[in-house]
């Protein structure tokens, strides 16, 4: 029997081959936009989540699933979750996306929990306004403060669910990720750059490795 009991997920570059927001707004036209408020280094992560969030008003939530439904799957991805299931592992996406786009994932891939920020929508019309998960403004490890505390997630998951964190398995690729990857029991870095990969115990790109310790 494995000794982990969750394996938990960042979605847009680690279970899906590219990032959402970005496929969406190339589609949509607004791409130039999101990239000026990602490279502004005056404002926190959180404040720039906010501020990707007014990029959308009047867009269609429909149209936004269509294209991100688009998003091929990273290889092997539905044949890893089901062997985690089978091996009585939990698992959960956790994003700075949006929860319709996670919830949508979660479902496809039979994941059991899915945790982002809620944004707002009206008979189908985004409404541009954001309600991020980190409503207490946590700080990460760095003093970060982003839309979704990762690390806070997980821990209160593992509370939830009567798991250890030491139970668990955390796998990302972006700065956002690294606070859940250093307090995982196992922290992964898939498709990372080296400042993500010196928090993990394991660097892959290869997702499939994660079955070698279960």
């Known amino acids: 029997?494995?000794?982990?009991?969750?394996?938990?997920?960042?979605?847009?570059?680690?279970?899906?081959?590219?990032?959402?927001?970005?496929?969406?707004?190339?589609?949509?036209?607004?791409?130039?936009?999101?990239?000026?408020?990602?490279?502004?280094d005056n404002a926190e992560f959180y404040k720039r989540s906010i501020?990707?969030?007014?990029?959308?008003?009047?867009?269609?939530?429909?149209?936004?699933?269509?294209?991100?439904?688009?998003i091929p799957f990273q290889d092997h991805t539905k044949y890893i979750i089901n062997q985690l299931k089978k091996?009585?592992?939990?698992?959960?996406?956790?994003t700075d996306s949006y929860q319709f786009l996670a919830d949508?994932?979660?479902?496809?891939l039979d994941i059991d929990y899915s945790f982002a920020n809620n944004l707002l929508i009206?008979?189908?019309?985004?409404?541009?306004?954001?309600?991020?998960?980190?409503?207490?403004?946590?700080?990460?490890?760095?003093?970060?403060?982003?839309?979704?505390?990762?690390?806070?997630v997980l821990e209160k998951l593992c509370m939830n669910l009567g798991i250890k964190l030491d139970e668990t398995i955390a796998v990302g690729d972006g700065k956002v990720d690294i606070g859940m990857i250093k307090i995982a029991g196992l922290g992964i870095a898939f498709?990372?750059?080296?400042?993500v990969q010196k928090h993990a115990d394991i660097v892959t790109n290869d997702l499939k490795c994660i079955l070698s310790y279960i």
């Open 87 to 94: 091996n009585n592992l939990k698992t959960a996406i956790v």
């Open 191 to 195: 498709n990372a750059p080296e400042e």
């Open 51 to 70: 501020e990707v969030a007014s990029l959308l008003k009047g867009q269609s939530k429909k149209e936004f699933l269509e294209i991100f439904r688009t």
């Open 122 to 152: 009206n008979n189908d019309k985004i409404t541009g306004e954001l309600e991020i998960n980190n409503e207490n403004l946590l700080k990460d490890f760095n003093g970060n403060i982003y839309s979704i505390c990762k690390s806070n």
């Open 1 to 40: 029997m494995s000794k982990y009991k969750l394996a938990i997920f960042d979605m847009d570059g680690t279970l899906l081959k590219d990032k959402g927001i970005f496929v969406i707004a190339e589609k949509k036209g607004f791409k130039d936009e999101l990239i000026n408020i990602l490279r502004n």
């Open 104 to 108: 949508d994932l979660k479902q496809r």
